[in-house]
């Protein structure tokens, strides 16, 4: 995997959003050459209007997504093979994103865009564009969010794993990865209705984790990064 990793950034036209104007909005973008898209190194930390979706095992985490004009969404490679982000209606198509490598896309018009993988035809994805001020304060959770923390309690020394999700009701899963790579779990929950979970285990368990988010509706389950907790 390469070390510097590459995002690459497409802005889309602003427009009404209308169906009579999106046509026009995609020819104006199809006269635009790919080559003038600027290459920019991914960081570490996104700002509060930027949205992440990861590509893991062949399907995009989340699939659908509900933000705001004028949000950015970023796709990540999670997994090991090449992918792409290409609109059903020519808005954007990332071309080929290698594993560890991020492509972004800026929606400044409220409306509905389908997109899939053009590699892999299966892969479908959806990003609904609301009017900006839209959705509550904090907005909506666009991914997997998971965060370690510690607690003290008269039996010990627990590691909390909080977890947000789009997916109220969804089996929460915590894993523990074995010293010969595989994946065993250790805990279960259930996300509350506004998406949230938490977690424990012994702090004296140690070793890589993590969260695995099932939906009984037959979505693809979302996987979360490793965690490491510390000693």
């Known amino acids: 995997m390469r070390e510097n990793r590459t995002a690459r950034t497409v802005r889309r036209l602003a427009g009404r959003g209308s169906r009579g104007s999106r046509g026009a909005r995609i020819a104006q ?95 479908h994805g959806k990003v609904s564009v609301l009017a900006p001020g839209s959705l509550p304060p904090g907005g909506l959770p666009g991914a997997l969010k998971e965060t370690l923390a510690e607690a003290h309690t008269a039996h010990g020394r627990l590691t909390l794993v909080r977890v947000q999700a789009p997916r109220p009701g969804a089996s929460v899963l915590l894993q523990l990865r074995s010293p010969k790579g595989r994946w065993g779990t250790v805990r279960r929950a259930h996300l509350s209705s506004r998406g949230k979970a938490t977690l424990s285990i012994p702090a004296s368990v140690h070793g890589k984790l993590r969260v695995v988010v099932q939906d009984a509706g037959g979505a693809p389950p979302l996987i979360g990064k490793t965690l490491t907790p510390k000693r």
């Not at 933000?67 to 020519?90: D, I, K, L, S, Y």
């Open 29 to 123: 973008l199809a006269l635009a050459p790919l080559a003038a898209l600027t290459p920019m190194p991914a960081t570490a930390s996104a700002a509060s209007t930027e949205v992440p979706v990861s590509i893991v095992s062949r399907a995009y985490q989340p699939a659908e997504l509900m933000v705001e004009a004028g949000q950015t969404v970023t796709w990540t490679n999670r997994g090991f093979g090449p992918h792409t982000v290409t609109a059903a209606g020519g808005e954007f198509d990332s071309g080929r994103i290698n594993a560890g490598e991020s492509f972004k896309v800026t929606f400044t018009t409220p409306g509905t865009f389908a997109y899939a993988c053009t590699i892999h035809p299966s892969m």
